[in-house]
């Protein structure tokens, strides 16, 4: 997907159950911080904390000025994405340095790639809809009720599919990650999304299952999502990916 990452923040307030970003060594080095803020269990409290890196913009630029040798291969393309492990758009204040940082890397002729769950980054068409940069959303369903279980604090799926048909309206290069598509989408139910998808002409569609991982699986448990015991099973998980 890319050569490059910028993560703007760590911790994401969407708080995707199955997300398992806080499984990775971003937030389980960061003990002693989270201690400092009172959170006692950075796993389970996803989705309650965000810690902005506000100077990012700046020493970005800082980097950028100085930076004489780029990354280019083949698969990444040479290309930033933001972001990896939170979501870029999530609210005003990341929206603000997820523009500045995009506005940087465009003056420094670099390929864009957003990622988010969030319909905010329509306000930043203006320099969105651009050759360097792509926007994709996560979408992996269309169900507005199942998506509170499962991605509770996430902008509804309706707003996000609204959100996409805007910026193909303007001419925006984008993507979508139907990612993850929960164990009750059978085969018919996924081929209607796909079509709706489709509709939008995005560039690359890709998919994923949800994977347990650190302490996902509890998460999705504590939220009443039955699929979260066959999710953690090796062989159940199998036939579910298999099956989408
Ligand atoms: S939006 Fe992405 S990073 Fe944020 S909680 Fe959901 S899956 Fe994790």
Same mark, same amino acid.
């Given at each position: !997907?890319c050569?490059?990452?910028i993560?703007?923040?760590?911790g994401?307030?969407?708080g995707c159950?199955f997300c398992?970003?806080?499984?990775?060594p971003a $937030?389980r080095?960061?003990?002693?911080q989270?201690?400092e803020?009172?959170?006692? +269990?950075?796993q389970?409290d996803?989705?309650?904390?965000?810690? $902005?890196?506000e100077?990012?913009?700046s020493?970005?630029? %800082?980097?950028?000025?100085?930076?004489k040798?780029?990354i280019n291969?083949?698969?990444?393309?040479?290309v930033?994405?933001?972001?990896s492990?939170?979501?870029?758009?999530?609210?005003?204040q990341?929206?603000?340095?997820?523009?500045?940082?995009?506005?940087?890397l465009?003056?420094h002729n670099?390929?864009i790639?957003?990622?988010t769950?969030?319909?905010?980054?329509i +306000?930043d068409?203006?320099?969105l809809c651009?050759k360097?940069?792509?926007v994709?959303m996560?979408?992996p369903i269309?169900?507005d009720?199942?998506?509170r279980?499962?991605?509770?604090?996430?902008?509804?799926p309706?707003?996000r599919?609204k959100?996409?048909?805007s910026?193909?309206?303007?001419?925006?290069r984008?993507?979508?990650?139907?990612?993850?598509?929960?164990?009750? !989408?059978?085969l018919?139910d996924?081929?209607?999304?796909l079509e709706?998808? !489709?509709?939008? %002409?995005?560039?690359?569609i890709?998919?994923?299952?949800?994977?347990a991982?650190g302490?996902?699986a %509890?998460?999705m448990?504590l939220?009443g999502?039955?699929f979260?015991d066959?999710i953690?099973?090796?062989k159940?998980?199998?036939?579910y990916s298999?099956?989408?």
């Amino acid at each position: !997907m890319c050569d490059y990452v910028i993560n703007i923040a760590s911790g994401c307030l969407h708080g995707c159950t199955f997300c398992y970003v806080p499984s990775t060594p971003a $937030i389980r080095t960061r003990t002693s911080q989270f201690q400092e803020q009172g959170i006692d +269990n950075p796993q389970l409290d996803w989705g309650k904390y965000l810690f $902005i890196r506000e100077n990012i913009a700046s020493q970005l630029k %800082q980097i950028l000025d100085k930076k004489k040798k780029w990354i280019n291969t083949l698969s990444g393309k040479g290309v930033v994405l933001l972001c990896s492990g939170t979501d870029p758009y999530q609210n005003n204040q990341t929206a603000k340095i997820t523009r500045e940082i995009v506005s940087i890397l465009l003056e420094h002729n670099k390929r864009i790639r957003i990622l988010t769950r969030s319909p905010l980054w329509i +306000n930043d068409l203006d320099i969105l809809c651009h050759k360097n940069v792509t926007v994709g959303m996560s979408l992996p369903i269309l169900d507005d009720e199942l998506s509170r279980q499962i991605e509770p604090f996430a902008p509804l799926p309706s707003s996000r599919y609204k959100a996409l048909a805007s910026g193909h309206r303007e001419g925006c290069r984008l993507y979508v990650a139907v990612a993850p598509t929960p164990p009750q !989408m059978k085969l018919e139910d996924f081929k209607r999304h796909l079509e709706k998808v !489709m509709a939008l %002409q995005p560039e690359v569609i890709f998919w994923e299952a949800i994977n347990a991982r650190g302490a996902n699986a %509890q998460r999705m448990r504590l939220a009443g999502l039955d699929f979260a015991d066959s999710i953690s099973c090796k062989k159940q998980w199998a036939e579910y990916s298999i099956a989408n």
